[in-house]
């Protein structure tokens, strides 16, 4: 792992140990057993008495995180095995008045106590920042006696709370390609007699004269040059397709066979979108036993047609996990970034979690579990990098 800085300096509470950089600075707080802070990342530890299990805290965790803050994402929930004591690291993202803030919360349990400790930085850091927070969190010590019985079952999660709604004008595909020929030209009258340039008007896009409002000029800027949106396609258990495209902040959320929302939206709030669309919540991560798929099997799978193929029985058999991943039902997700030739495709199976497809060799296709924090990474690298 690669660390930006050294661990220099090491904290201890009654409860814990951890190392972190010298730079960062320990502050006095009666809310917590240890507040530090530095470069955008605040730190902060706090233990209460305890008796229940790892599962029954981290059950009331993700209960009540959700309704701390609204809009709050949960993004991801692993078991953590550095501690030396029962743990869990959760992931959230949580609206804040300056931006969107990531955290990641260490829980963990000795048998007599409860141990909380949350570091959180701005999402526009998130990844900037990944590396040094992680390395921070690998040196937490429990120095409590930990329980002596073993939890052998993991706990049930939650499911993923729905996507925000993309409000915004709704177009047809006629008025839309319109609007889009409108960046960086001038109005032409004829325009005005299409019915394409009357829906224009009728939504208040384009006024009556061909004026074009302020926020109308805003949604055309990124459309004035050549710049590619990042997008985002799926296709849902269903067999229906969705798409939503952003360009800087200007966002299209339909296909070209019907009608569109276009909109502006902040960059964070398109994350929050894709996320949601993703359905990025906690989910259990296991690696399956095998690496690759059969690529015309796999593409077949992927496809959403009728009559979606089995697994071979003898793959089944040896991968029970990849077995029940490819039986429920998929959500598969296309993730364009601009300049790049290749899409990040992401397969979400409900009940089971995440994989990801990868390249294929041989006739055989990459497919491998992923977690559901390191699927909204991709989402932040793609609108945030």
Do not use: C, K
């Not at 798409?243 to 964070?268: K, S």
């Amino acid at each position: 792992m690669a660390v930006p800085a050294p661990l220099g300096t090491e904290d201890r509470t009654a409860r814990l140990t951890l190392r972190r950089p010298d730079a960062w600075r320990r502050e006095d707080s009666a809310q917590a057993d240890l507040r530090v802070t530095g470069d955008d990342v605040v730190l902060t530890v706090r233990s209460r008495p305890s008796d229940r299990t790892i599962a029954e805290e981290h059950t009331s965790l993700l209960e009540r995180l959700p309704g701390s803050v609204d809009g709050l994402r949960l993004i991801g929930s692993d078991p953590w095995t550095t501690t030396g004591a029962p743990a869990r690291l959760v992931e959230y993202v949580r609206p804040d008045e300056e931006g969107d803030v990531a955290g990641a919360h260490l829980l963990f349990v000795t048998g007599r106590h409860r141990v909380d400790l949350t570091i959180e930085r701005p999402l526009r850091l998130l990844l900037a920042t990944d590396d040094l927070v992680f390395a921070v969190l690998d040196t937490v010590r429990a120095t409590e006696p930990a329980p002596s019985r073993v939890q052998r079952d993991l706990e049930a999660l939650p499911a993923a709370v729905p996507a925000p709604t993309v409000d915004g004008t709704r177009l047809s595909p006629e008025a839309l390609s319109t609007l889009r020929s409108l960046a960086g030209r001038r109005w032409n009258p004829s325009l005005l007699r299409t019915p394409a340039g009357r829906e224009l008007i009728e939504v208040g896009l384009v006024g009556r004269l061909g004026t074009l409002p302020e926020t109308t000029q805003t949604l055309l800027g990124p459309w004035e040059g050549d710049a590619q949106p990042v997008t985002l396609e799926q296709r849902l258990p269903d067999g229906r397709a969705t798409r939503l495209q952003a360009w800087a902040e200007t966002v299209v959320d339909g296909t070209d066979e019907g009608e569109a929302v276009v909109t502006g939206l902040p960059a964070e709030r398109v994350v929050a979108v894709m996320a949601g669309r993703l359905g990025i919540g906690p989910a259990w991560t296991f690696p399956f036993r095998t690496g690759s798929v059969d690529a015309d099997l796999l593409a077949r799978r992927t496809s959403g047609g009728d009559g979606a193929p089995d697994l071979p029985p003898a793959l089944a058999e040896a991968d029970p996990r990849l077995a029940r991943l490819w039986a429920a039902p998929w959500t598969v997700s296309s993730l364009l970034r601009p300049g790049r030739p290749h899409p990040v495709v992401v397969v979400h199976a409900a009940g089971q979690g995440f994989a990801r497809v990868g390249r294929t060799e041989a006739g055989e296709t990459a497919f491998a579990t992923d977690s559901p924090a390191n699927v909204y990474r991709s989402v932040v690298r793609a609108l945030l990098g």
